[in-house]
Structures are given as structure tokens and as C-alpha cells.
């Protein structure tokens, strides 16, 4: 019997970023599993260029950059019965045209969750410990702080709410469960007995905000939670409270969080906002009472080659006709970050 033919495979990313994901030696098995040429790299499904590659693959493999998969796109595929996408999210991705096909999808959202975590734990951690605000006092006065100064630090008892069971949040609330820090949890798709086993307190949202010390959003961006956290909500965090948004800008309020910032009512850890980046004169990046970065909590630099190597095992799973591991379905694109 002869042997199957491989699947052909083409690249639908910023090519930026394949010798990170990608390297030689996971290049490699990539080209032993798939007919691929790893110089095609498609940025324009209408570009006349690549139209005989798109006509004649079985599987796309794509990440930032990729253009949307709508229905014009897929015309240009119609072969096409796998989307391997090496990043995290599909939502802004993968139109109904690819669920209409039935063309199985998968992501590697669940590598890229774990620096997401990592770094939030570690803001967490920090936040609890004054860090930041003991550092510029540190820089200022070349004084050790009194122990009237630092009473109220420190990360025994303290009350982290999670907004959010998404992968990120699921693997933060892992990485929390060694720490003496009692957890809530407001997510409208989880029950109690689950948030209990995932080591949290369900609770509502306001309830969430009004007692937690920390606030971390890990929800996904969909309609229903633009701008959860308006300037009602954000008015229920305690004064001196901390927010960390590693999740989407636009889940909350820019203007309204902005001025309880200026107000010095709370504390801000922001690896997102709207837009990215922040137009040069918003105050938000010279407020001492803001830790500001440019969307890092995910995968970056050789953090990448974890979403290559899921990738490349989901490509070996499609040339033998088994299930995708880490498959997404239309239903996880409402609730799952």
C-alpha cells in the first residue's frame, strides 16, 4: 500500500516572528511532517502570487499577522481542512465562514497563557510589597522607610480577585494556590463547586471589586464585556487598591481609571490599554502610581518557541488523521481568553 501523501502546509503570518517560533530544529519537523516551503509566507490572500500554493493547501498555518480568515479568504483555499494557529487568541481570526466549513482550528492560546500568569503572579507579588512605590522613595531619599511606612505591606491574607476562568486565569489561580492570599472569583460560566475546586470564592463582580485588595482581569474581549469596569466599578475598589490588566484595554474605562489614577485613589499595573501604544503626552505613563509596559505578559522572544512546539505537534497530528489536542470550537470563541 502506498504510503499517504503528506498534507501541504503554508504560513499565514508576519514572517517576523517564524525563526523565533520556528527554529531550525522544529523547521525541521515541520518539513518532514508537511509538503511546506518555509520562505512562502502569505500576508494577502488576494495576492496573485501565492494563489496557486492557497488553491492546492490542507492546512494554514498562521499567527500575528495573519489576515482574517472571512470567506473571501477561504475561496481562495478550497482545499483547506486545518488552521494551526501558533499564538493565543483566534476570536479576531477565524470567521463563521471557517466553522460553516468545518474546518478543524487550533490554537496554542494554552502555552501563551502561562507567561501571561507568570507575569501577573509576579505583579501580584510585587504589588504587595510596595515595590514599586518603596523603589522611587528609595531613589528620592537614600533612607530606609520606618516600620510605620511599610505596616501596611506585605502579601499574608491578602485578597486577590480574578475576573475571568480563561486559560490565563485558570493557570494564575494554580500559580497563586502556594501563597497565603485568600482568592475570589467572578466568572458568570463557573460554578460554585468548580471555583472552589480551582482554589477560589465565586463571587459577583461588584462583590469581587468592593473586597479585593488586588483586582486582575483576565476576561475575554467580546461586546458584553467592553468596558466591564466603568467608573461605577472601578469606584468600588478600596482606596489604595491595585488593578492589573494583562487581559484587553477595552474591558475597562481608560478615562474613568485614568482620573482615579491622577486622583492617586489606586494603584495601576498595565500591560495593555487603548490604543497600543498610548498617544506620547497621556499621563498615564508618567503617574508614579502606575507600572506601565507594552503588552509583554505574553510569549516573547524564546517564550515562543512553546507555541512552535504545540504547532508543530498538532501539524504531525493532522498528516495522521488524529484528533488536534489542542482544538477550539466555535463555542470556546464567548468565553475562553
Known sequence: MPSPQPPRAVFALDPVHLPQLFPPPLMARLRRTADLDPALVVRDFTDPSVAGALARADVLITGWGCPHLDADALAAAPRLRAVLHSAGSVRSLIGDAVWERGIGVSSAVAANALPVAEYTLAMILLTGKDAFTQRDRYRATHTQPSPTETAHIGNV???????????????????????D??????DPYVSEPEAAALGAQLVTLETLLSRSDIVSLHAPDLPETHRMLDAPRLALIRDGGVLINTSRGALIDQEALTQELIRGRLQAVLDVTTPEPLPPTDPLYDLPNVFLTPHIAGSLGNELTRLGHIVTEELERVATNSPLKHAVTQSDMTRVA
Open 157 to 179: 491574607g491578602r485578597r486577590v480577585g480574578i475576573i475571568g476562568a480563561s486559560r490565563v486565569g485558570r493557570r494564575l489561580l494554580e500559580l497563586l494556590r502556594p501563597f
Open 181 to 186: 492570599f485568600e482568592v475570589l472569583l467572578h
